[in-house]
């Protein structure tokens, strides 16, 4: 534990930046808009041609501006942003994210209680163009995450506050290759082993930009391929981590096949995909876990268009992909349900109406099993920008083909209370809250006692409110 009488670390946030003048004044406004008070801000810019240069002229001292002579893409900036600071801890930020007033008060407690972790990261938002949210990312891994990690990067850009101390021991301060993305950044402090923690409220905004999907999908196959090389063979990388090596390859190569059929590179795409179709077969060539990555990346906030990219890729297929092209159906099902779901948050009804027919007469099994479409129900009810989550769940089911049974929607409501339960201990909500959306639960549906993680959140909360705690 932390001197409380001690003066407060100093953090220092780095946004690097490159020809975006007006998202980076945003961004550099929330990060003075911090309820932190010992913060510098660190703009480091890579020879921007525009008028950067005035606009931050305007802040003064308030930020310390860094611009290079020359472009160098990205790798070099980071750097010399990272050499200028003098900060215990570091926050990277991009340049048209944002951060919530409390981040950093909220990390910089997580961090100064406990000597031992590395760093801790956030729940957040994705946001358009035009600030407007799309969707809310939670429940986020913590603790030793570098397996996960290797799964895949589920951390925001923004979110990690790292100890500096943990940078210099890594290859960070001194290595291009590992400073050039941020996966690579969050993989360089996993590997010291150390723990990390999570705040899993959202505590900022990753900006979806419509032309920033990836277009040199090569490029980045060139470079992440040998990162996750040179991850699984650092002296560092724990032992009992090497039998994750089939199944991070795999899934990379997953990730690049979407990226590639995304931007219509179909023999690339083929290729990635028949290469993770082989290397993992538990996930790839298992029927559900493969519909529901690929129903994952097509809803994705970065495809504007879920069906043309279906479409696209079944026409498309490697050799290896006729368990996908069996299950066209039942993929086109989820992703209409999805759409409905995406249509009803944004008070589309009309709209949401055909995708829900659609997605009925592609898979009309789907609507006789309770499990699958409750567990879609609640997925989009509480990923999606929804406030009258009650009144969002009775709309979808007025939706519903040939209407469902009252024990069906029971059913529904039960678990949704289940996991808004779950979900709202996870955020750290008050208690009486969090135990009244529980005892409705159990009203609803008295299965929901057979959900372990139920048990413990309702056994917890009760234990803080009879202590007088809220």
């Not at 007033?101 to 961090?111: E, G, N, T, Y």
């Not at 391929?225 to 009992?240: G, Q, R």
């Not at 083909?401 to 529904?412: F, T």
Request: net charge negative; aromatic share 10%.
């Amino acid at each position: 534990m932390s001197d409380r009488s001690a003066p407060l670390p100093l953090v220092s946030v780095i946004i690097p930046t490159y020809n975006r003048p007006e998202f980076l004044r945003l961004t550099v406004e929330s990060v003075l808009a911090q309820t932190y008070p010992n913060i510098e801000v660190i703009v480091a810019d890579d020879a921007s041609t525009d008028h950067t240069p005035e606009v931050m002229a305007a802040y003064g001292d308030r930020v310390r501006y860094l611009r290079e002579p020359v472009n160098t893409g990205g790798e070099q900036v980071i750097l010399t942003g990272l050499a200028a600071a003098r900060g215990k801890y570091i926050n990277f930020l991009d340049h048209d994210d944002l951060m919530y007033p409390q981040k950093i008060a909220r990390q910089v407690k997580r961090l100064e209680a406990d000597e031992r972790l590395s760093m801790a990261h956030c729940g957040y938002h994705h946001i358009d163009e035009n600030g407007q949210l799309l969707e809310t990312i939670t429940t986020l891994p913590e603790g030793y995450v570098l397996d996960e990690l290797l799964r895949g990067d589920f951390m925001w850009s923004g979110a990690p506050l790292i100890r500096r101390s943990c940078i210099d021991q890594s290859e960070i301060a001194t290595s291009l290759f590992w400073c050039s993305a941020d996966w690579a950044r969050v993989l360089a402090v996993g590997l010291m082993g150390r723990p990390v923690a999570c705040v899993q409220e959202p505590l900022g905004a990753y900006r979806i930009l419509p032309h920033s999907d990836i277009s040199n999908v090569r490029g980045l196959e060139e470079w992440v391929i040998p990162l996750l090389e040179m991850v699984f063979s650092h002296p560092k990388f724990p032992a009992s981590s090497l039998g994750l090596r089939d199944e991070a390859f795999a899934r990379m190569r997953f990730f690049l096949s979407c990226r590639y059929y995304a931007s219509h590179q179909w023999e690339d795409a083929k290729r990635n995909l028949e290469a993770a179709l082989t290397g993992y077969p538990p996930v790839f060539q298992n029927r559900d876990a493969l519909v529901e990555r690929l129903c994952e990346d097509a809803l994705s906030v970065r495809v504007h268009d879920p069906e043309q990219f279906i479409s696209d890729l079944l026409e498309h297929l490697p050799p290896g992909g006729a368990l996908i092209r069996e299950a066209g159906n039942r993929i086109y099902s989820r992703i209409h349900f999805g759409l409905a779901l995406r249509a009803l948050a944004r008070g589309d009804q009309e709209n949401a109406y055909v995708h829900m027919q659609a997605a009925y007469d592609q898979e009309p099994a789907l609507f006789n099993h309770r499990p699958s479409y409750t567990a879609l129900i609640v997925h989009y009810c509480l990923l999606l920008p929804v406030e009258e989550k009650l009144q969002f769940i009775d709309q979808v089911l007025a939706l519903w083909p040939r209407g469902l049974s009252a024990g069906d929607e029971r059913y529904v409501r039960g678990w949704f209370f289940t996991s808004w339960t779950i979900y709202e201990h996870s955020l750290e909500h008050a208690p009486a809250q969090i135990f009244e959306k529980g005892v409705r639960a159990l009203l609803h549906s008295p299965g929901a006692i057979k959900n372990g993680q139920y048990r413990s959140v309702m056994l917890a909360t009760a234990r803080h409110l009879l202590m007088g705690r809220d």
